[in-house]
């Protein structure tokens, strides 16, 4: 075993993201918010973009990312 393959540690996921629901292409325990970079735990994932299959931490980061994107909610 090297040291990439402890599976004790956390795995970001791949997540392909469909509207109302997503789908786990790679087994993981996260994803990332494509604003803030914070882990987001599959359990709690609430907010994401299925045009720009971007997930995001919190209501407040995804408006400002629409915002950003010229884009209404």
């Not at 109302?20 to 494509?34: L, M």
């Amino acid at each position: 075993m090297n040291r990439f393959s402890n599976p004790s540690l956390p795995q970001e996921a791949e997540v392909l993201y469909l509207d109302g629901d997503f789908q786990v292409e790679t087994p993981g325990d996260f994803v990332r918010c494509a604003v803030t970079g914070q882990p987001i735990s599959l359990e709690e994932l609430k907010y994401w973009s299925v045009s720009r299959q971007e997930a995001y931490f919190d209501a407040h980061v995804a408006l400002k990312r629409y915002q950003e994107c010229g884009e209404q909610p």
